[in-house]
């Protein structure tokens, strides 16, 4: 089991430039999720799903798109990138007939310097 | 909206017990879970209270009060290791979660 992974680790992008985060789980999770961390604080979360085909917004969508086709797959899309979107940017997954829906588990992160 | 207050730093000894409190205001709360990040790494995590109460795992345990709207996260026999940020998160019910902004945990020797 890889868990969840994601790719780039490390993206630098200048202003106005688009890009997709890749994040994929191998655990069969239901429930992905994308959060971005800013220096010294929490984690926020940008979009989650709860299925293939079914997306939500969370705190902080604007700027970034999602989609779920399948289960394993769950990539973000920056649009159009801006400085405030430099961030550390986390994956996570849970599942219901897998383990429990609370635990989730995160990916290793993709650290984005827009400049 | 939703928040969750925590201490932002707390040290403490090698071998002592340490506190981190979380008081939260969420609209919908299923419970409340306790992630540790150590620095550069990803939250791992550490335990989820849905009910009332303690619940130990280790020596880590974790205590939520519902009416209060409060839960904390006790650490004993604390180790150089346990150095690390400690996140609570409510589960509002969308399968993902609301965090806190973290407290950082320094523990001397």
């Known amino acids: 089991n890889a868990g969840v992974t994601q790719t780039p680790k490390f993206q630098v992008l200048k202003t106005g430039q688009s890009m997709t985060l890749q994040c994929a789980q191998d655990?069969?999770?239901?429930?992905m999720s994308w959060y971005r961390q800013d220096p010294g604080m929490g984690l926020r979360l940008i979009h989650y799903?709860?299925?293939?085909?079914?997306?939500d917004q969370g705190e902080v969508p604007n700027g970034y798109n999602v989609s779920r086709s399948t289960t394993e797959d769950f990539p973000l899309r920056l649009l159009s990138a801006a400085p405030s979107q430099t961030s550390v940017y986390f994956c996570?997954?849970?599942?219901?007939?897998?383990?429990?829906?609370?635990?989730?588990?995160f990916g290793p992160g993709t650290r984005l310097t827009v400049t | 909206g939703q928040s969750l207050e925590q201490p932002s730093e707390v040290t403490a000894v090698e071998g002592a017990i340490v506190q981190i409190n979380c008081t939260y205001q969420t609209s919908g709360f299923y419970g409340l879970s306790w992630y540790q990040q150590h620095d550069g790494g990803a939250p791992t995590f550490l335990s989820y209270n849905a009910l009332d109460g303690l619940e130990e795992t280790g020596r880590f345990s974790s205590f939520l009060s519902r009416s209060d709207s409060y839960g904390y996260l006790l650490l004993q026999e604390l180790q150089m290791k346990d150095s690390a940020s400690y996140f609570c998160?409510?589960?509002?019910?969308?399968?993902?979660?609301?965090f806190g902004s973290g407290t950082r945990l320094q523990v001397q020797p």
């Open positions: 799903s709860v299925g293939a085909g079914i997306t």
């Open positions: 998160a409510a589960d509002t019910g969308r399968r993902a979660l609301t």
């Open positions: 655990m069969n999770h239901e429930y």
């Open positions: 996570a997954s849970s599942g219901v007939r897998t383990g429990s829906p609370y635990e989730q588990y």
